[in-house]
């Protein structure tokens, strides 16, 4: 079964600094979707970024950016200029393309403290 | 607006009663789950459901049930016999087809047993 693993569970950052949350991941799979879902304390869940594991770009919007190392299974969440509105949980999401393309696994989140 | 609705926001349980939460989209997606937040837990998928009147267990499906007779409700009824049901539930859909298109999500039921 595919695994999805965050290893900090908490961070803080500099309001304006930028920060990295790392994901790694287990699978089999050649093929597969990663996401990165935010949860601020409002609890509503949304979505950041998105990245198919064919495409070796890099995906991006705005100042969330990800470093995908595939070789590595590896998914980290650049933020950069934080925002005290960056504040959340943000969870670290796997999807196969094949095998388990049913449902999302989640990894167990990072907490992400925004200093001013 | 389409979206999806979970209710009650907050629910209180006596211990030995069960409980249903409501969660209903009108989004048109074939795809919902139902999934427990802890914390340090990350999300748990209780249930999911691919298609009406079909669903199948999550890796937390001991003392919770579900229904999909239509395609726009997924109700999870928390029974007795789920031993530790205080926890933040959420809903969540998606269109089968779209795996990049990921889920959208409810807002919440947070279940206290009292």
């Known amino acids: 079964a595919q695994t999805v693993t965050q290893s900090q569970p908490e961070m803080s950052v500099q309001e304006a600094e930028t920060v990295t949350l790392s994901c790694t991941y287990d699978t089999s799979e050649s093929d597969y979707y990663l996401f990165w879902y935010k949860q601020p304390p409002s609890r509503q869940m949304i979505l950041v970024i998105r990245q198919e594991a064919y495409k070796q770009q890099n995906a991006t919007e705005n100042r969330f950016s990800v470093n995908f190392q595939k070789a590595a299974k590896s998914f980290s969440l650049k933020i950069s200029d934080s925002q005290l509105g960056d504040a959340a949980m943000y969870f670290c999401?796997?999807?196969?393309?094949?095998?388990?393309?049913?449902?999302?696994?989640f990894g167990k989140g990072t907490k992400l403290t925004v200093n001013p | 607006d389409g979206g999806i609705t979970q209710s009650p926001k907050y629910l209180f349980r006596k211990e030995g009663q069960n409980v249903t939460l409501s969660c209903e989209q009108n989004?048109?997606?074939?795809?919902m789950y139902w999934y427990r937040q802890d914390p340090g837990q990350g999300l748990r998928l209780i249930y999911y459901s691919q298609i009406v009147n079909d669903f199948q267990k999550g890796d937390i499906a001991e003392g919770y049930s579900v229904s999909r007779e239509k395609k726009e409700s997924f109700p999870l009824t928390v029974t007795s016999a789920q031993k530790n049901p205080t926890a933040f539930y959420l809903c969540?859909?998606?269109?089968?087809?779209?795996?990049?298109?990921?889920?959208?999500f409810g807002s919440g039921t947070r279940l206290t047993v009292v």
């Open positions: 989004l048109n997606h074939d795809a």
């Open positions: 969540a859909s998606s269109i089968r087809a779209d795996l990049l298109g990921g889920y959208t």
């Open positions: 999401a796997y999807r196969g393309r094949w095998g388990g393309s049913e449902k999302l696994v």
